[in-house]
Each structure stands twice: as C-alpha cells, then as structure tokens.
C-alpha cells in the first residue's frame, strides 16, 4: 500500500529511503515496521505518517527511526482514544525541522 500511495501522490518515500541509506536491507526493515505500524490505520493518517517520515533529515540514524514507529504503535495501543495524528506528530517532533513562517509587519 505505500509503495502504491507513494507512487500515486508523489510523496516521496522512495527518494527519501535512497538518500537514508544504499542498503537493501536496512530499507526492507525500515518499510517492513512502516508497514506493521500503520496496518489498521486509514489511508489519511498513512499518507500523515508517511510524511513525517520523509520529512526527517537523512542523517538521522535508522535504529531511532525503529524506535519513533514502534513508540507510535505502543502510544496507539496504550492510549487507543487519543488522536493518532496527535501522536505521530509528538513522536516525530524532535526529528523533523520546523517550517519556518514569515510574518509580514506593515507600517
């Protein structure tokens, strides 16, 4: 499902996993927990995840990337009426840059 939601809307997934590493391997683990974590969830919120995902700079190691899927999937079950687009983006905010805003003062 998300090689074919990546491929559909351009989201980046595949350029993203080539600039993180160059072995297979570590890809195939990284799509394979990508995939346990979102199985019961809804295209809207894979297509969220999935974009948060690319979004973390390729210098972050891959072991922490495990660890911020498994974190979603352990808050999911642990707090299951909580917001899960809530809890992505917890999990995910200390690897994924702030977009900048610019203010416009006028006189």
């Known amino acids: 499902i998300h090689y074919y939601l990546d491929r559909s809307e351009r989201l980046g ?4 996993l080539d600039r993180l590493t160059k072995n297979v391997d570590v890809r195939d683990q990284l799509l394979a927990r990508l ?3 979102s199985l019961r969830y ?6 969220h995840l999935i974009k948060k995902l690319v979004r973390c700079k390729p210098e972050t190691p891959v072991e922490q ?11 999911d079950r ?5 917001d899960l687009e809530r809890i992505i983006n917890f999990c995910f905010a200390p690897y994924v840059p702030q977009r ?3 203010f416009a003062f006028g006189s």
């Open 100 to 102: 900048r805003r610019l």
């Open 78 to 82: 642990r707090y299951p009426n909580d």
């Open 13 to 16: 997934l595949a350029r993203w």
């Open 35 to 37: 995939a346990n974590t």
């Open 65 to 75: 990337l495990l660890y911020v899927l498994d974190s979603i999937a352990t808050l």
């Open 42 to 47: 809804s295209l809207e919120l894979r297509r």
